[in-house]
């Protein structure tokens, strides 16, 4: 091996390290800076909901859902206080909170769907925009909330998906299941008598 070639080893090797330290660097600068604005996020709740001071939304949406999240599965929320979060969300905020559904750990999605069940009444122009979403992860939040729920239109959507031969039997099965937790009147109709 010649000095030349042990320096450009040398020098690839150096690179690296420097690469590497600079890619860490920016990584928890990344960090802190999410950090920081989950903390907003989190003191705006705290400072607007529980103080009751007139202050702005210091972050997106991204930020205000998990923090919401992290502060409801810490201490209990009065239901004054969780009606007064819900009637500050609107359309942007419950798409951004639709979007995420698909993107956070196991236990994120249950909260999600028991946020929406047990606000339905003042959600339910929002998630009736995403009627024909065909991302499971939304069907199965229709499915559960027409299970859970006396309504109408959720009624119609788990009899639209039970009829749908195109879909999964077990998404299916999902849906009849639904139907015979609100709606077992539905199943004697002539169609579930000829189609088990």
Request: net charge negative; hydrophobic share 45%.
């Amino acid at each position: 091996m010649t000095i030349e070639l042990a320096l450009i080893i040398l020098y690839i090797f150096l690179g690296f390290i420097v690469a590497l330290i600079l890619a860490i660097f920016f990584q928890k600068a990344n960090n802190a800076r999410l950090s920081a604005r989950h903390n907003a996020a989190r003191d705006f709740i705290m400072q607007r909901y529980f103080d009751h001071e007139k202050v702005k939304m210091p972050v997106s949406s991204r930020f205000f859902f998990n923090a919401f999240y992290e502060v409801e599965t810490q201490i209990q929320i009065e239901p004054e206080i969780r009606q007064q979060i819900i009637d500050d969300i609107d359309q942007p905020m419950f798409d951004y909170l639709m979007k995420t559904l698909c993107q956070n750990h196991s236990k994120y999605p249950t909260w999600v769907f028991a946020l929406i069940k047990n606000h339905f009444p003042y959600l339910k122009s929002f998630i009736m925009t995403y009627w024909n979403c065909h991302d499971e992860i939304v069907r199965k939040l229709f499915i559960y909330l027409s299970g859970s729920l006396y309504d109408a239109d959720l009624k119609t959507y788990a009899a639209q998906v039970s009829e749908n031969e195109t879909l999964d039997l077990p998404f299916r099965l999902q849906a009849m299941d639904a139907l015979a937790n609100n709606y077992p009147e539905i199943l004697a109709s002539d169609y579930y008598k000829h189609h088990p």
